[in-house]
């Protein structure tokens, strides 16, 4: 089947921010631009309380109606957009860097008051481990906020990457009056409207003529010595270097208004990347690729307690995905085929009979998937490059009631597959250590284990400074190093040999003194 002209029409994206910076608000616009949903406040507000505190009810509301929008599909002028969630809470970060595995490009949304905050430099900094495309969006606009030029060059230092304004605004707060596109040559004048689908915009090409007083008075001169400014700092956007993740255009506005959104959405479809190629650890996979391929990036277990089910979620890479058409589970090398897919169109889902690279297929599972397994029409091929964290917060998982012995074991199990923590076994005895990158994930397993599996447990803190997989050329180093230190290792879930440093000092010296072994930090799934 012929698949370039579907390809051409999809853009894959995630959404990222530093938490209360405007995703939910941006998301909810895009959305009423693709007439995916039709009035404001359509979109729940995704996310657990930001406080501390962890509100279980919050964490199942969380969990809830992330499902249904973990991936919202919809189209915009005639291009298929697939805008797959990242969650905003900081415990759940490695959900987000397992989601961008999955994305083509991002569009990152910065608060004008705060700047760069703490996530935004995380997030970036996985963006840029995997070159991907990213377009700012400086967000608040109707707030007093920051100098503009003073945010580019924090943008350019904080995030290491270079900047280009393709939009510059006319003052900020309660002066804002809107912005002036430099790359299209407009004047989008700004007012507030928060819920239609409207706009303002003057074509205005000539900055110097005196009808720009007209408009904007006052600030006319400061727009023409702006622009100005910005021709002579930057240099004239160049798509290839946004394509292979070197440079970030920027855009001004306001979310919560409604402003400066459909122009980056417009910018949006016309520059950012149709579905990309991707390695395996056999190949780089093409998308226009006959055969059908596809990674699983995020599990999500037990939506319906009564049903026991979980959805894999997977991305099509090439080929077309097709219903009840057999393909190869890789990992466990047999043949597997789903009568069901769902896609996800805004807040509903449906099935579907055939996907394309791009698209996010959920499939129910009875168990058959982890985060990383690829599907494939038989190359016995695995996608790269989802990294799995080093964990930084361990606790030993016990069990609190010896009859339900089995169902922890199975729950531990599952909700380590879908990422939600990772599973260390140790010996002798079988312990097991949970080891997460947020205090949370410790509550919502526990929480679960009970209300999911039945199984009651607590966690007993593990002093320990972090996980470390170990490996070496020379396999008898690497046995001297396991022997020397075996009360500080464990074995993943794949097996592979995990050293748990007991302090950064005890890292550092067993590094010194065993330079053949190489100490990693994040290990790949599979
Ligand atoms: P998220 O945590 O990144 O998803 O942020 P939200 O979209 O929930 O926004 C956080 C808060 O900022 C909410 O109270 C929004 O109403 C508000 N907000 C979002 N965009 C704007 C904006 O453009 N201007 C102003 N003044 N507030 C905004």
Known sequence: MKNTAELDRRRTFAIISHPDAGKTTLTEKLLLFGGAIQSAGAVKNNKIKKTATSDFMEIEKQRGISVATSVMGFEYKGIKINLLDTPGHKDFAEDTYRTLTAVDSVILVVDSVKGVEEQTEKLMSVCRMRD???????NKMDRPGKDPFELMDELEDKLSIKVRPLSWPINNGSDFKGVYNLYKKHLNLFNANKTAVERDIVSFSDLQSPKLEEIIGKDADTLREDAELVEMAYEPFDKENYLDGLLAPVFFGSALNNFGVQELLDTFIEIAPTPLPRNTNLRQVLPT?????????????NLDPRHRDRIAFLRVCSGVFERNKFYHHVRLNKNVRFANP?????????????????DVVGLYDTGNFKI??????????????????????FRELENADPMKAKQMEKGIHQLTDEGVAQLFIKQPGNRKIVGTVGELQFDVIQYRLLHEYGASCHFRPMPMYKACWVSSNNPAKLKDFLDF????IALDKDGLPVYLAESKGMLDVMISKYPEINFAFQSEHN
């Not at 769902?342 to 509903?348: I, K």
């Open 132 to 138: 991907t495309p990213v377009i700012v969006f400086v």
């Open 289 to 301: 690729e006959k055969n059908f391929s596809g990674f699983v990036f995020k599990i999500h277990a």
């Open 342 to 358: 769902t896609s996800f169109m805004a807040q509903d889902k449906e099935t579907i009979d055939s996907a394309f690279p791009g």
């Open 372 to 393: 990383g397994d690829t599907l494939s029409e038989g190359e016995m091929m695995t996608y790269k490059g989802i990294p799995s964290f080093s964990p930084e917060i």
């Open 485 to 488: 230190k075996a009360n500080s």
